[in-house]
Each structure stands twice: as C-alpha cells, then as structure tokens.
C-alpha cells in the first residue's frame, strides 16, 4: 500500500478502502525496512497512529474532511513542527522543540494530513550530499554505496523508498532539485515567495523557497496548491493571484518554444547525462516542441553570485545560534565572549563554519563592496537575461545535475568540490523563477537522471502541465 502514489491514496481513503491507520502502519513497517537509508532524524509514529484514528473516525461519522485527510508525510527537518523535534540535522539544534508550526504545516494540517516523521538533511541545508549531517550520511534508495543528494536527501529518499506518499523539503540552490534528480523523485522549487517560508530555518532568505517532493508529477502540483499562498508572516510572500494547478491532461508541446542554454550544454562531461538529455529533447521536438539553442551568457557567474550571497546571508542568519535563547550551549565557558565561541564552535559542523567565515568576509568592511555588493549587481543581471530567454521560449530544460549520485566517501568530503553539483539549479534562485525536476532516466549504473523544467516566475501553471506531457511521453 506504500507504494502508492499521494493522489491513489487519497482515492482509496476517501472511498473506505483503505483506513488512513493502516496507510499510517503500512509507511512505518516500510520505515522499519528501510533503516539503514538513513532517511529520517525523527518518526512521529504514536502521534500519527493516534491522528490517523481521529480521522478514520471523523469519516466515519461522515464530517467533512480535508484535502489531504489521513496522507501521511515526511517534513524536512528545518521546517519546525510544533512540539517535535527540529534540528536541521545538527548538534546545534539537537534538542530543539518548536512551539509554533511553519505555515506550510499548518496547511497541511488544516487539510488533515498526517505528520509522519523530520528528514534527515545536510547541516543547515547546506551542502548537495547528505554527509553533513550531524545524524550520518542518507543512502541513495537505488544503490546504498551512493549518496541521496542534498540538502533535502532525507525527504528525497524517502519518497523514493516509499516511507511516506510525498514530502517537504527546502531549495535554496538546488536542495529539492538535486537529491529528487539522484533518488528518482519529482521535486519542485516554486517561484520566490509564492510558498511561505514562516518556520523555515533560514538558510539564505534571498534565496530559500520550501517546495514539495513526489512520486509524480500530478502530486507535486497537487502538493504546491495546497502549501502556496500569501503569509503575511513572510515579509516577501507574492499578494497577487494564485492560479489552478489542476493539470491539463491534454496539454502538447506542439509549437511549444524551449530554450536551451548553450552554456549548459558544453558543462556536460558526464556522458550518460549527456545522453539522456539529448535523448529527451530530440523526444520533445519529435512531438513538436520547437528547440531554441540560446546562449546565456551570465549563467557562469551563478555559482560565484550564489555562494558570495548565500553564505554572507547564512553568517548573518546562524549569528542567532549562540548558546543562550536556544541551541546548543557549551557547558565549560569562562566569560559571555567565550560561552558563544565554545557553543558555536563545538555545536556547529565543519562546513557550516567554512560558510560562515566567508560569509562574513565577503560582509566585512573593505570587502562588502568589492564581493557583496558586487554579487548583487551580477544577480539582478542574472535575472534579467532569463527574462530575456523567457520573452523568446516559453521554457528552459536543462539536465538538473551535470552527473548522476556519486558514492558516499566521507573520507574524501570536500565542500567546496561539490559545489559544481549546484550548477544548473542555483542560477534559478537567483534568478526567482519556479522549476520542477522530473526523473528522465537511468545511468549505465542504474542510478536515476532528472531533467529539470524551469518556469518564468509565476509559470506553474505550464511548468506543471509540461512536466505532465513530458512524464507520459518519456521513454
Ligand atoms: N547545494 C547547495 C548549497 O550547498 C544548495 C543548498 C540548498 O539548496 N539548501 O548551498
């Protein structure tokens, strides 16, 4: 029954075929199995148990119930969940417990889903492998010597291995994107402030967007719908229109103009993504998608932009972390100065701190301007040439990662060589723009490749359905 897809399961439950206890029951068993993925830092079994019968008996005594009534889910562990445990898998947060739920869980809540379990992530959300984590590296579900990607690699797997029928997770550069593309999964990073990001652990606010992950396409769309929506708790959050998701079933991509960047292409070494996405496109012109090779010349400067950017707002973001409202505190300190130093020092990991340091750097005076300030400029010209694409395609395709999941070698962990992993995502939280990654195929070694569809910003609506044409079609 875990195997089911969000909207099957939601199908069986509103017909009385299946009680939302034992979907709940059927997840955990799997859950059981599937220990050595590593998935998840927290599973929330008595409660859902518990919420799963009030909602069976609500059913029964026929009252109206939400959209996701009785689903079971997976939340990325930065997303805070009132009363249980969030940690941003890191021995800062270890023994955090919100009192307030994020705005997209009490969305989810108010449509009666059930909160499952936290996903394992790379600390703080940073990172594109899952071996930051404080709690251990997650497997990749399709071959276990390999990594599930990150940040978001514990929702990720999850979905993939059937823990639960859909999850959240967070993309700043990539975070949904990347870990979907190597664990098989569709992920969805939605247009910039479109989805609140009330109850997010901040990562780098220019940047952060929660999004769904999913078996398939119509799930995800389904899942953006119901987390979207003003918040006047996120200073950024979109006031205007929030248009139908429900996906066009009849949508072709005949005469359908995408645009692929030039600049991306000639990245691909790897050649089984190379392949697999060339197959992809030659699919899509062969149903009458009009392919445009276009050249976007400010694509190689997205991963400079992003770092310089995403790590000066990480250093201010985590500066709250300092072992007195909360966090880790340090129990052997002389004075206030070195209470913070010995609580940042030993509660943070290794790469949070490299992030934090060149952070503040490119803060600091006499560098602001010549690395903050500058980064900032390229941004808004980064943003502006995809709105220049964007007026000659109707959307861009791209691999989502230059190179399948890679194997988990802690040894070897470098940061900052994996940062080439962000290449074809971050440019597009830069830019603001919503994308979806859908799986697209498999390596020679059976590890999955996504293909990613990006959107103009507000773009959903067509993103989605495209991504529905394309997930029937592929071969
Ligand atoms: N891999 C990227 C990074 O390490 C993306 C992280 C994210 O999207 N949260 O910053």
Do not use: W
Not at 131 to 158: E, F, I, K, Q
């Amino acid at each position: 029954m875990h195997k089911k897809t969000l909207k099957e399961i939601i199908g069986l439950l509103e017909k009385k075929e299946v009680s939302s206890e034992e979907a709940v029951k059927s997840c955990l068993d799997n859950i059981e199995k599937n220990k050595h993925l590593n998935a998840l830092n927290y599973v929330n079994a008595d409660n859902a148990i518990k919420q799963a019968r009030e909602i069976d008996a609500r059913r029964a005594r026929g009252e109206r119930v939400g959209a996701l009534a009785g689903a079971p889910l997976i939340i990325k562990d930065n997303i805070c969940t009132e009363g249980i445990p969030t940690t941003c898998s890191s021995k800062m947060l270890q023994n955090f417990i919100p009192v307030y739920n994020a705005t997209v869980v009490e969305k989810l809540l108010a449509e009666d889903a059930i909160i499952l379990g936290k996903a394992n992530m790379d600390e703080f959300a940073m990172g594109s492998s899952n071996l930051s984590s404080y709690t251990g590296p997650v497997r990749n579900p399709y071959n276990n010597d390999y990594v599930s990607g990150g940040s978001s690699g514990g929702s990720c797997a999850s979905v993939s291995a059937n823990l639960a029928y859909a999850a959240l997770g967070s993309d700043t550069g990539g975070s949904i994107r990347q870990p979907a593309s190597f664990c098989g999964a569709v992920g969805v990073k939605p247009t910039y402030g479109t989805v609140s990001r009330h109850g997010l652990i901040a990562l780098s606010s220019s940047f952060d967007q929660i999004g769904p992950i999913t078996k398939n396409v119509e799930d995800a769309a389904f899942m953006t719908q119901i987390i979207s929506g003003y918040d006047e708790r996120d200073n950024i959050s979109y006031r205007g229109e929030y248009p139908s998701l429900e996906i066009d079933h009849e949508f072709s991509f005949k005469d359908k103009k995408i645009g692929v960047p030039k600049e991306f292409l000639d990245l691909l070494l790897d050649q089984d993504v190379k392949a697999i996405t060339r197959k992809q496109l030659d699919l899509l012109s062969d149903e009458g998608a009009q392919i445009i090779e276009m050249s976007m010349k400010t694509l190689e400067y997205a991963i400079p932009v992003y770092y310089v950017l995403g790590c000066a707002e990480a250093a201010s973001n985590l500066g709250r972390f300092d072992g007195i409202k909360y966090g880790y505190r340090s129990q052997d300190f002389e004075d206030l100065i070195d209470l913070y130093f010995k609580s940042r020092t030993q509660g943070f990991g290794k790469d949070v701190k490299l992030r934090i340091l060149v952070g503040n750097f490119a803060l600091s005076k006499g560098n602001f301007d010549a690395y903050f300030k500058k980064a900032q400029k390229v941004q808004t010209l980064i943003k502006q040439e995809f709105d220049q694409a964007f007026e000659k395609c109707d959307l861009i395709i791209t691999p989502t990662t230059p190179t399948p999941a890679f194997k988990i070698n802690l040894d070897q962990e470098d940061a900052q060589s994996r940062y080439i992993c962000d290449v074809f995502t971050a440019p597009v939280n830069i830019a603001g723009n919503a994308a979806i990654s859908v799986p697209a195929g498999a390596s020679s070694k059976g590890l999955p490749i996504g293909l990613q569809i990006i959107a103009p910003s507000l773009g959903e609506k067509l993103m989605f359905d495209a991504a529905y044409a394309f997930e029937r079609i592929r071969q």
